[in-house]
């Protein structure tokens, strides 16, 4: 926008005034984080009661209600404040916050409707009910949703987007004894679920074109994505994510049947928050994907379809709730609607409208989950008379309703005049441009009708009939005050809006638009005009049509009967049926056959790829063998072919299969490269060590159970398989081919400061991925105690031979030799840690030479000895190891440097001498710590499972 100021954080060190820039982005992070921090306050405040705990509750969105207010001179002025902390920058991932009108705008209603619902919430639930934990649900939510409005980058959007559809799960089944709730929670988490797959995909569409995923760099690329040939693609992924979660036709039959949620969270989710995040993200993206035919024609006839549809099938709901959720389905058509018309006033109608339906929705729910508390039904047709109970409350509902409504003099009424206005000035139909006004004329019909069903039918119409709380009577006080505020704001806006809404509305509207206002009046009275006149013949249709009500009603009743809740479950169960036979096929429960198919299928992709090469050989000459390589290579394959020979004799394949091991690891020693024969030969000793921890329970000897036929399968496989990968090696070795290898050469000691290339990358350039290794180890560990504790194997007293086992478990020899062989290994270890940043060595090698060391004091000394020396909790072991390394990380933030950025530098130390330290060495003895918890949680308690029949514990 031509004149807007941006402010970012990268600058805000050099800026003027510092103090005032720095305290706003520091209060916009905290912002986001009070939800998240807040989350344990009412559980902790439950235990002093039911108002401690809605205290605890209102805490953080009442603090960032006067953050987010401080920052209201900054927005109003067109400025954009943005928070940006480096993370993943080679992924496009970073903790990127930003802050303009439309962020402020959907912040506002978060948090201040939030702080309403929970006062709401406070008499609202039962006393039985977990108030701490409903609170918790919702304060995520709450933070989830922030996240949303508040982002910057758009895959830390994604994030946050998919945890308000976790947390709107937990709190639409808030009520999980009722399967209404279990099944409709199940439901807009599938479909909202699904929608965020299909924008995961949009958005890297966008960042892909873009370039970047930072939202002022995509916003800035709208006539490059536009001209894309990517942009139907991306456009259409995108609305999907919209179109589910703001409940848009045909998706919009989840939203009724989230209606078993508890009241105050139909009335925050489903009127200002939750549903609102889909039409959000289309003011957000406004820039850059409005602007084309097919923005406009998806965009609006989707919205003008749910429109109709929702304020059709409002009219007919019998249920207070899923009127109001059609009626919400509506409004949401009408927003979406605007936005499609692609005209500057267009979206300012829609942000106009946004704000003036969460006020009246809000109080609308609010008001019905009053008559529901108060009465025991939400039936419409038993519900009548509530004037006479419910006078304070019928009339806050009345107001609320009669803004819905459009009834002059009224928020709803402003920006529904709006709304007609620009449903006459689009010109994309053609001679069918009549269409939209027409369409939207009957919308306002219908939306006036079933508002005056709601007044009517639940306020007048009689007396009640069969009510399960008899006589109803008005609400704790403290309940009405969250709808009075609302429907005050509502009269407020309706007459006052130049001096209330105006402001807001023309900060959030320019940042949608990303440009210059269009002129516009917010006036009350327009004079006598066609929009007026659309106004009115809603108004008096709306009256006419529920006059008429009875013969409509009649014929409602004569159409077929479809519950969106059955279909949905039909079609899941279909899917997992179809899924299931699919399975069948493909799964057998054979593992030679998966092994078939995967090798199968990687030999053929692996054939073709081979097949259009002129030659196999390339240019490159080949490397000569000496004859001790060549000896070693013969020596591997008979290894290797000895071991598939006799693997049916399980301990001499274990024997052969570490001479296998060997000779890899001598390989690796023969072609430079020390690290990996250190760990090869490591791993070994590790691995057959478990290998023989395992064969111990089983027998000697594996029954012969293949067929003669899948014997030749699997010798044709693997000569075929054997011959394609040797011929796949000669293409490729032969050709010259560039290799990463050399930037990681030339940068290890400038970049990294060591001179071992092979570890600098494991804990430095490639140090997330060790992060993520070490982590999955650690968890594997853990898994596999979980499944061993508590599991004991008898021990048989003789061999399969007939043979008795010896007596003596723990040989004299072998417990001394380990005690003293325990510290010069130990020292090895150390040794090979240290020096593992600029020689051979590192922390998992160092690691795994630590657990064999300890491991064998295990098998020579027994368990019971063993821990009694050594009481290490090695799962606590692991997760610190994996803490450690993630700390190191996270410390490079401190330093205003992208995660797990690490330091060096040399150092003089007395006594010592220089020194070079690395922040890279912390992060390696993480990697040291992990591998030897989990190594020794695996083996020592795989060791444990063996007892005596007397049940002493054998090693």
Not at 89 to 118: H, Q, W
Not at 335 to 358: K, Q, R, Y
Not at 691 to 713: D, I, K, Q
Request: some cysteine; overall charge neutral.
């Amino acid at each position: 926008m031509p004149g807007r100021k941006r402010i970012d954080s990268a600058d805000v060190w050099r800026q003027a005034p510092t103090d005032r820039i720095r305290g706003l982005l520091m209060a916009l992070a905290l912002i986001v984080a009070l939800p998240f921090l807040g989350v344990f306050l009412p559980l902790l405040g439950e235990r002093f009661g039911r108002s401690a705990c809605a205290a605890g509750a209102a805490l953080a969105p009442m603090i960032g209600l006067v953050l987010l207010l401080s920052m209201q001179p900054e927005v109003f002025a067109g400025e954009v404040l943005r928070l940006r902390v480096t993370w993943l920058p080679e992924l496009g991932l970073n903790l990127s916050l930003r802050l303009d009108g439309l962020g402020f705008l959907f912040a506002l209603l978060i948090l201040g409707i939030g702080l309403l619902v929970i006062l709401y919430a406070r008499y609202y639930l039962a006393k039985k009910e977990p108030m701490g934990r409903f609170f918790a649900f919702l304060l995520m939510f709450m933070g989830a949703m922030l996240g949303v409005v508040l982002s910057e980058n758009l895959l830390l959007m994604l994030v946050f987007w998919e945890l308000t559809s976790l947390s709107s799960f937990l709190l639409i089944g808030f009520w999980g004894e009722r399967s209404d709730a279990r099944k409709g929670a199940r439901m807009s988490l599938a479909m909202t679920g699904g929608g965020g797959l299909a924008l995961l995909a949009g958005v890297l569409l966008l960042g892909h074109i873009a370039g970047s995923f930072e939202l002022s760099q995509v916003l800035a690329a709208g006539y490059a994505i536009r001209a894309h040939e990517l942009y139907p693609v991306a456009l259409v992924l995108v609305l999907l994510g919209v179109f589910t979660k703001s409940a848009q036709f045909p998706f919009h039959f989840w939203l009724p049947q989230a209606m078993a949620a508890p009241t105050p969270v139909s009335a925050y989710l489903h009127s200002a928050t939750m549903v609102k995040a889909g039409v959000f993200l289309l003011a957000r993206l406004y820039p850059a994907l409005a602007g084309s035919e097919w923005w406009f024609y998806l965009v609006s006839l989707t919205g003008l379809a749910t429109l109709l549809v929702g304020a059709c099938m409002a009219l007919f709901q019998h249920d207070l709730k899923g009127l109001l959720a059609y009626s919400t389905i509506s409004h949401l058509g009408l927003i979406t609607l605007l936005f499609g018309l692609d005209s500057p006033m267009a979206a300012v109608a829609a942000v106009f409208h946004i704000i003036n339906h969460a006020t009246f929705k809000a109080s609308l729910f609010m008001a019905a989950g009053i008559i529901d508390h108060e009465t025991g039904s939400r039936d419409m047709r038993r519900i009548n008379g509530m004037w006479k109970y419910l006078p304070h409350t019928a009339v806050l509902a009345m107001v609320a309703s009669s803004a819905m409504a459009g009834v002059p003099l009224l928020n709803g009424f402003l920006s529904k005049e709006m709304f007609f206005s620009e449903t006459l000035h689009q010109h994309l139909l053609g001679s069918f441009n009549w269409v939209i006004p027409a369409a939207a004329t009957l919308a306002g019909v219908f939306s006036v009708a079933y508002s005056l069903r709601f007044i009517h039918d639940v306020f007048f119409n009689g007396e009640p009939i069969n009510l399960p709380k008899f006589p109803p009577h008005e609400p704790p006080r403290y309940m009405k005050v969250p709808v009075e505020i609302l429907v005050f704001l509502c009269l407020l806006v309706g007459m006052l809006p130049g001096y209330t809404v105006a402001p807001l509305l023309a900060a959030a509207a320019s940042a949608s638009l990303g440009g210059t206002l269009p002129e516009y009046d917010l006036a009350i009275w327009h004079g006598f005009n066609l929009p007026l006149m659309m106004s009115f013949v809603a108004l008096f249709g709306g009256i006419l049509v529920y006059a008429c009500r009875q013969p409509l009603f009649r014929w409602y009743a004569g159409l077929p009967e479809v519950d969106s809740k059955l279909v949905f479950e039909r079609g899941v169960r279909s899917l997992v049926a179809g899924c299931v036979r699919l399975t069948g096929w493909l799964e057998s429960g054979s593992l030679q056959r998966y092994l078939a198919l995967l090798v199968g299928s990687g030999l053929v992709v692996v054939t073709l790829a081979l097949g259009p090469l002129p030659q196999l050989s390339g240019p490159r000459e080949l490397t000569p063998i000496d004859g001790i390589t060549a000896l070693g290579l013969v020596l591997l394959a008979l290894s290797a072919v000895t071991t598939v020979v006799f693997h049916r004799q399980r301990l001499v394949a274990l024997v052969m299969l570490s001479v296998v091991g060997l000779f890899v690891a001598l390989a690796f020693a023969r072609f430079s490269a020390p690290d990996l024969a250190l760990t090869q030969l490591s791993v070994e000793v590790v691995t057959i060590i478990l290998l023989m921890l395992a064969l111990f329970f089983l027998p000697s000897a594996t029954p012969g159970e293949s067929s003669s036929l899948r014997g030749l399968r699997d010798f044709v496989l693997a000569i075929v398989s054997g011959v394609v990968v040797a011929l796949l090696a000669f293409a490729v070795l032969s050709r010259p081919y560039d290799s990463i290898g050399a930037f990681f050469l030339e940068n290890s000691v400038p970049g990294g400061g060591g001179a071992n290339v092979v570890n600098v990358i494991l804990v430095d350039f490639r140090g997330f991925d060790t992060l993520g290794e070490i982590t999955v180890l650690a968890i594997a560990a853990v898994g596999i105690y979980a499944m061993l504790d508590g599991l004991r194997l008898f021990q048989p007293g003789e061999d399969a031979e007939g043979r008795s086992w010896a007596r003596d478990r723990h040989p004299l020899i072998l417990s001394t030799l380990s005690r003293v062989m325990l510290p010069m290994a130990l020292m090895v270890s150390v040794f090979i840690f240290l020096r593992g940043h600029n020689l051979p060595g590192g922390g998992f090698i160092a690691g795994l030479i630590t657990a064999v060391a300890l491991i064998l004091q295990y098998v020579a000394s027994g368990v019971q000895w063993t821990q009694s020396r050594l009481p290490l909790n090695y799962t606590f072991l692991a997760g610190g190891g994996v803490m450690i390394a993630g700390l190191t990380g996270v410390g490079s933030w401190l330093f205003g440097r992208p995660f797990l950025t690490s330091a060096f530098g040399h150092f003089h130390i007395p006594l010592v001498g220089d020194i070079e330290l690395a922040t890279a060495m912390l992060f390696d003895l993480g990697v040291y710590l992990t591998v030897v918890g989990a190594t020794l949680l695996i083996l020592a308690n795989l060791g444990k499972l063996t007892q005596e029949r007397a049940g002493k514990e054998v090693l």
